[in-house]
Nanobody
């Protein structure tokens, strides 16, 4: 059983920064694609960023590109999301996800964390 645990959420003022972390217990972490999604109240879960296993190339949603950075540490089974220049519209529960391919589609990810709340005040 693969378990993902996110940490690092919190309350921050607009323009501030947060760094989310996700640790996974899965043995296949180094060969897995990892991603961050988010879900605001009353909205669908949406793609934020993803990182490949091999060449560690990255992909971002247009709404966060240039402000957020995804990275990973295969030795520690960790994936990170550095969030800068935060906006009130970034407020959501952020989820870490693990899958076999980089994708913006929720259904393509096999394992999910429980989520961490990020609240950006104006």
């Amino acid at each position: 059983q693969v378990r993902l645990v996110e940490t690092g959420g919190g309350l921050v003022q607009a323009g501030g920064s947060l760094r989310l972390s996700c640790v996974t217990s899965g043995r296949a972490f180094s060969s897995s694609a990892m991603a961050w999604f988010r879900q605001a109240p009353g909205k669908e879960r949406e793609f934020v960023a993803a990182i490949r296993s091999g060449d560690i190339s990255t992909s971002y949603a247009a709404s966060v590109k240039g402000r957020f950075t995804i990275s990973r540490d295969n030795a520690k089974n960790m994936v990170y999301l550095q969030m800068n220049s935060l906006k009130p519209e970034d407020t959501a529960v952020y989820y870490c996800a693990q899958g076999t391919i980089v994708s913006a589609v929720v259904a393509n990810y096999l394992y999910w964390g429980q989520g961490t709340q990020v609240t950006v005040s104006s």
